[in-house]
């Protein structure tokens, strides 16, 4: 066994110093025994005891008719029986001590009393103190101590790397641990359904494993979300790089939201920010993942944030522009001597620029070039962008312009495949094991890139929200606490812009009248314009009704106004004074995983069709909320764009922290809140308009 064995509590999951296989069999074909040939496959020096009630011996070894009859008890038990057998043969490995079982069924299924199977599952092994990996998993790989605890062995896995692999798909799973491109994994988990044992734990057992540099995440969900942000900042703290494909990106879990804020951030859009904030390299595909993990797992890291890209196609380089474009991937300015020392290697007529075409009437000129932008100090990543087929003179002439740089210099040298099903497999090999990652495709090769050149580790400070903003009146607290409590009994929202002011953000001047003649003072009390709404918690979207009235001038206008709203709905109508500027709508939901979320966006078209918004969490400090607002696609509209007046962003910033932590102070009653609109003018800011659906009492 491998001698750098830390002390973990997964160890006897992961690292099992003996395996009993449950189910075991002689039968080739037999689960069991495949099994017993992928633990055997790589020489796993552990012990290993085989349990099967119809047999006294399997292929030389001694079978034994259940985990009692063994001599010790195990590390790890692997069950190779039906579905319907799990939790009894669980129940007896607790029993007998071991330290954890590997559940490859899908238990799906319930037992005799009527509980489901997972259930039963996930109580024997809590009780018993068991670490589980699946169900409905396909088993692990652990290379460090050459084993594969699957029923699917690979042939193509030799010496151990330094990537980690978590994989919610099985298949995912095994295709990404079957690759062909030498990406080589100390760890590879198929976590499956996660009975006991999750992507927390295992997190934590990577980051402890000295060998990790990358952890790879393909996730469905997070199960265990603070677990899982605390293991994030111990793989920070370890400088460890964390890479996450987040499978099922729809909102379809937000169609059921009552306020437009809470349809506007579904669990990706949550997902991303929570990554953001915790240095995660987000992707899209499998490709970007594999990509992403090769540069990172490389020893050479980038000496900065800039690229320099030499290719031998004219087209191509057009390519690399194009996609490069919208990801703003940072190509580094030349220097006068840079572009002096090009010009002198190029034919007549080829531009000394990066991204770079070398490649002009045939001349071999791919070594000093790339050496030209290598040597270059604005370039931090050199970047040689062709195609590697086998069978063709060019190909050698890659090969050595590459060994030659690569020896040349300190900088990390990446080969980008723009064709990937032509890259020559023994070339592949060889860059690769000189130290030189090898990116199949132009586009995810690209957005790998975009990741290696701007990966900053995230701070190890916790960000939090201004103190002072916190400081509410308990009593002010307590009372809207009891209004919520009050309006979830009677199935209602709440919206008093009373709250926000208690909770000192700005208003528009307003006032509940309950007679015309009351309307009318208030409009003789602060003047005209007005606007008139229904005031009804029943009705949480006014507009909808034709309950808004915008725009009133005079006193004709408003009797009339406040005529037709009491034909809508008859009660008291709240009049506000109305005001001008920029529509802005700030937002919380209840996330299921994570608990309180802020949305901020532009209102109006900008949110309901362009979906314009950002998502902030309740721990962001001022800075990073600043730095969220101008991401907004709309933000020059706050910036002074077509003669507006300049939003001050640093008041907006306040503003937004103060509606942030009036909702984290109400965060125990409320399911969503949204002011809508928040109005901008400038330095002016105020909301019109608070809508609250308050959290359904528990029976």
């Known amino acids: 066994m491998n001698s750098q064995r830390m002390n973990h509590k997964l160890n006897a999951l992961l690292r099992p110093r003996s395996i009993a296989i449950v189910g075991a069999s002689a039968r080739a074909d037999g689960f069991g025994q495949q099994l017993l040939t992928s633990i055997e496959s790589l020489g796993y ?48 490995a607790a029993q007998a001590k071991a330290g954890s079982a590997v559940l490859f069924g899908r238990a799906h299924g319930h037992t005799d009393s009527g ?84 992507v927390a734990e295992y997190i934590d057992f990577l980051v402890a494993q000295p060998s990790t540099r990358v952890i790879c995440l393909v996730l469905e969900t997070v199960r265990q979300p603070e ?69 990172f797992a490389a020893e050479r890291r980038p000496h900065n944030g800039w690229i320099g890209l030499g290719c031998d196609s004219g087209g191509e380089r057009q390519l690399i522009a194009d996609l490069s474009e919208p990801l703003q991937l940072p190509f580094a ?45 604005q370039v931090g990543t050199l970047v040689m962008a062709t195609n590697i087929p086998d069978g063709q003179d060019f190909t050698n002439v890659c090969t050595r312009a590459l060994q030659t740089v690569w020896e040349s210099t300190t900088k990390p040298v990446v080969l980008m495949g723009n064709v990937a099903n032509t890259m020559s497999p023994a070339e ?34 916790a960000e939090q929200a201004s103190e002072s903003l916190n400081r509410f009146d308990p009593e002010r607290v307590g009372h809207w606490q009891q209004q919520l409590v009050q309006s979830a009994r009677q199935g209602q929202s709440l919206q008093s812009m009373g709250m926000l002011t208690d909770f000192g953000l700005p208003v528009a001047t307003s006032r509940i009248v309950h007679d015309s003649d009351s309307a009318i003072q208030f409009a003789h009390d602060i003047g005209y314009p007005l606007v008139a709404k229904i005031e009804s918690p029943d009705i949480a979207h006014k507009s909808d009704v034709g309950g808004v009235i915008l725009n009133i001038q005079n006193d004709d206008g408003l009797q009339l106004a406040y005529a037709r709203l009491q034909a809508v709905a008859p009660g008291p109508v709240l009049l506000q004074q109305q005001v001008r500027g920029t529509e802005l709508i700030l937002g919380m939901q209840q ?91 400038g330095a002016r800011m105020v909301a019109v308009d608070l809508l609250v659906i308050p959290k359904k009492e528990t029976p």
């Open 115 to 198: 509980e489901t199977l997972m259930n039963a599952l996930a109580r024997i092994a809590r009780e018993g103190d068991m670490q589980l990996c699946g169900a409905n998993c396909m088993g692990f790989v652990n290379l460090e101590d050459k084993l594969q605890m699957t029923g699917f062995p690979f042939s193509t896995l030799k010496e151990p790397g330094k990537v980690a692999l978590i994989s919610h798909s099985g298949s995912t799973w095994s295709g990404i641990v079957g690759n062909l491109r030498q990406l080589r994994f100390n760890y590879a988990i198929s976590a499956g359904q996660e009975l006991a044992t999750g």
């Open 227 to 295: 677990a899982f942000l605390a293991a994030l900042q111990r793989a920070t703290a370890r400088g460890i790089v964390v890479i996450a494909l987040k499978l099922g990106r729809s909102v379809q879990g937000q169609i059921f939201a009552q306020s437009h804020s809470g349809a506007m951030s579904g669990s990706a859009d949550v997902y991303d920010a929570i990554f953001e904030r915790n240095g995660v390299i987000n992707v899209r595909s499998l490709d970007e993942l594999m990509d992403t993990a090769e540069l």
């Open 45 to 92: 020096e552990g012990e290993i005891f085989l349990i099967n009630p119809k047999y006294t011996e399997i292929n030389g070894r001694p079978a034994y008719p259940h985990l009692a009859a063994l001599p010790q008890p195990v590390d790890c038990v692997a069950m190779a029986v039906a579905d319907a057998s799990l939790p009894q043969q669980l129940a007896l």
């Open 428 to 461: 592949c090999q060889r860059y690769r094991s000189w130290g030189i990652p090898v990116l199949m495709g132009t586009e995810t090769a690209l957005r790998a890139l975009k990741h290696y050149a701007q990966y900053q580790t995230p701070s190890l400070q």
């Open 591 to 681: 996330d299921a995983q994570f608990g309180p979320v802020f949305t901020v966006g532009f209102g109006g078209i900008f949110v309901e069709i362009f979906k314009d918004f950002v998502t902030l969490l309740p721990s962001d400090s001022a800075e990073r909320i600043g730095a969220q607002l101008q991401k907004l696609k709309t933000y020059p509209l706050l910036n002074g764009a077509r003669g507006r007046a300049a939003t001050d962003l640093s008041q907006l910033v306040q503003v937004v922290q103060r509606f942030m932590a009036m909702g984290m102070a109400l965060s125990t009653h409320v399911q969503e809140m949204e002011i809508n609109p928040l109005l901008v003018d």
């Open 333 to 377: 300015p030349l220097s006068t001597e840079t572009v002096t020392r090009l010009e002198a290697l190029l034919d007549e007529g080829i531009e000394a620029t990066n991204p770079l075409d070398y490649w002009g009437d045939g001349k071999d000129v791919i070594a000093p070039a790339l050496l030209a932008l290598a040597e270059e100090p």
